[in-house]
């Protein structure tokens, strides 16, 4: 019985890894859509979206199963609701990636400028956190789950200063405000998704350690 | 023990409510400080938060518990569930709040134009969700939760008219970028907490009916 309920357990891991990838990847095609100004992967990430929202039921009903029968205790409960969180976190990972698809394919009717913000910096750095969060997650590391923290702070100081750029190029050259104003709302859901990874990040720590260090820090504007 | 056990389940949905009424107060503070422009009420804003994150920890903390020890099944194992997501995203709510309070204090630097967004009434539909919502939580009534998905679609509709009003502004009018950006994010803000409230009438019907009623709309900009 034991030795099956913790066969379940791997699964749910694997699964949600699955999960993480397919998050992931919206990501990096969203700012490849950004990068390219290529609308056929926009379209790519929006027809993706069905079936992370697919998987992350079929997650949630596998965790939940588990808590059911198996009524778990201490260190297997918290992992199990560690999941389910976490599993919610990915698909709104998934959900910043439309919202990017959307943003680049509005940007599709004006003109290909030069902003001052280096979006795909901005990408690969929230990506390096939900990255690190989840090798934290593999290895039920709570050091590595750490250090995520820190990332999030680049993160929230480059957005704060694509934010302060981007206005200002508004208020010099108004003609290029749609641009702009896409770019930036494109920074605020990178942020986002450093957001996710920071929660992620906390999931961890609350299963490895039992301890709940969530809101050490402010929350993103 | 069952007796017990039923009054456990009582005083977790009174926390929770409690922490709605927090969640409420927040965003009607922060409302009140966009319409008077009054700092002290973003300060007020800003100065409730870690309760709210420690109502949040408590309550987690009370659910978790009850899952360790009285290992529940079916509805009341559902029930559980649906309140620790539901505190997650009233806590979100909060954020909103905050991320309203900081914006309406960067507008303090600037005149206090009109501008072609009626923040209050966004913000009066978005928090009639919320109420809506919980009540449906309150009373069990899954038929409730369905009208909140209604109400989300005209808030939805609301904040893309105030995009481009505000962006028609900006470009028209570039010396108001700083207000018009505000707002848009503000107005951004407000459509996240009809988010919010619809994932808890979505939580409230998996309560009640055991079905997973997520994704059922496409997700916010």
New interface residues.
Partial sequence: MRVKFHQSLDELKERLLVMAGMAEQAIQRSIEAYRTRDLSICELVLRS??AI?RL??EI??MA?DL??ME?P??ID??FI?SV??IN?DLERVG?QA??IA??VREMGAFANIDLPVDIPKLAELASAMVRKALQAFIEGDADLADSVFVMDDQVDNMNDAAYYAL?TL???K??L??QS?NA??IA?NLERVGDHATNIAEDVIFWVRGA?V??HA????
């Fill in positions: 979206e069905p929202n992350e039921r949630d009903q939940l808590l059911a009524q205790t201490a409960l918290r609701l389910i969180r919610a959900d439309v919202n959307v943003r206005s508004i208020k010099d108004p003609e405000t749609p104003l930036l709302i605020r709940d969530r809101h402010t929350p993103a504007q």
